[in-house]
Nanobody
Framework: QVQLVESGGGLVQGGGSLRLSCVAS????????MGWFRQAPGKEREFVAG????????KYADSVKGRFTISRDNAKNTVYLQMNSLKPEDTAVYYC??????????????????WGQGTQVTVSS
């Protein structure tokens, strides 16, 4: 099994940037497709970005395209989410998730069996 720990959240003004990190332990991250999700108060959890296992192909929610970038460093067993031009509506708890896969597919509909505990991102207006 893999354990995931997120960090890098915090309070930032609108227009600012944050970089979230998700460090994996217990198993090498290279076996997994990875995703970032978020959940705002009173709302359902939503897919933000994903990165595939083999080629590093990425997929983004429309709401973050052009502002967020997901990347992975398998040597460091870490996945990142660079968030630029942040808006108050980006305020949420952000979670990373992993799904062991044998294809290069990435998307919100993977099983994502493993989840971190989340990190709070708050964007002030």
């Amino acid at each position: 099994q893999v354990q995931l720990v997120e960090s890098g959240g915090g309070l930032v003004q609108g227009g600012g940037s944050l970089r979230l990190s998700c460090v994996a332990s217990g198993r090498t991250l290279s076996s997994y497709a990875m995703g970032w999700f978020r959940q705002a108060p009173g709302k359902e959890r939503e897919f933000v970005a994903g990165i595939s296992r083999y080629s590093g192909r990425t997929k983004y929610a429309d709401s973050v395209k052009g502002r967020f970038t997901i990347s992975r460093d398998n040597a460091k067993n870490t996945v990142y989410l660079q968030m630029n031009s942040l808006k108050p509506e980006d305020t949420a708890v952000y979670y990373c998730a992993a799904d062991i896969v044998y294809t290069d597919y990435v998307g919100p509909d993977l099983r994502y069996d493993y989840w971190g505990q989340g990190t709070q991102v708050t964007v002030s207006s």
